[in-house]
Every structure is written in C-alpha cells, then in structure tokens.
Nanobody, 120 residues
C-alpha cells in the first residue's frame, strides 16, 4: 500500500489550498485518515482526522478554517485549507489506518509529505 500526498505549494496569507492523499494497493477500506503537519523545529502536530461514519475531529489551529473529507470509493482523503496563515507553513503528512485484502487486517501507513508554505 502507498499513500501519496499532493496539492501543497506556496500561497499568500488568506489563500486556500486543497491537499489530497491517494491510497493505492490491496485496500479493502480506509478506516481512519489523519493529517499531521511538521513545522521547522517542531514535532508533528495533529491537524484533522476523519473516520467511519464520516466523524471528524480538528486540531485547535484548524477549527473553522480546514475541512477534512474523503472519497472512499477512490481511496482518497482531502484537506481543504482556507484562510491560510504563515504559521500554517510546514510539511503536511497523511496517515491512514487501512484494512488490507483479503482478510481485512488493519495497518497504519504514512505518506511522504507535501510542503505548504504560506507567505505573509
């Protein structure tokens, strides 16, 4: 299984970006998907999570500005980021708990990260 993030880039403060995390491989289903970010000189920070029944949870800095969603038919998770601030700058990583074919064993995977830079 591979997770590939995309959609990062350079944006001005107040702008928007939509990150994607596409999972491929022997997937039965994505059970939980989480976005984290890593800022320079900081540890990995929780951004948003989505799980079965489309239940979502957000970190304090993401509430009201970011929205996580998924297209389970296409094994893709999204993070819509609006009203971006310079402090949102960092590498954004996708993590997914995936049930694998054929027996449904659940395993956690990480993507390689995508850089988001917000200029002031």
């Amino acid at each position: 299984v591979q997770l590939v993030e995309s959609g990062g880039g350079l944006v001005q403060a107040g702008g928007s970006l939509r990150l994607s995390c596409a999972a491929s491989g022997s997937i039965l289903s994505i059970n939980v998907a989480t976005w984290f970010r890593q800022k320079p000189d900081n540890g990995r920070e929780f951004v948003a999570e989505i799980k079965n029944l489309d239940l979502t949870k957000y970190g304090e800095s993401a509430k009201g500005r970011f929205a996580i969603s998924w297209d389970k038919a296409n094994n893709t998770v999204y993070l819509q980021m609006n009203s971006l601030k310079p402090e949102d700058t960092g590498v954004y990583y996708c993590n997914a708990l995936i049930s694998l074919r054929p027996l449904g064993r659940a395993t956690s995977y990480w993507g390689q990260g995508t850089q988001v830079t917000v200029s002031s």
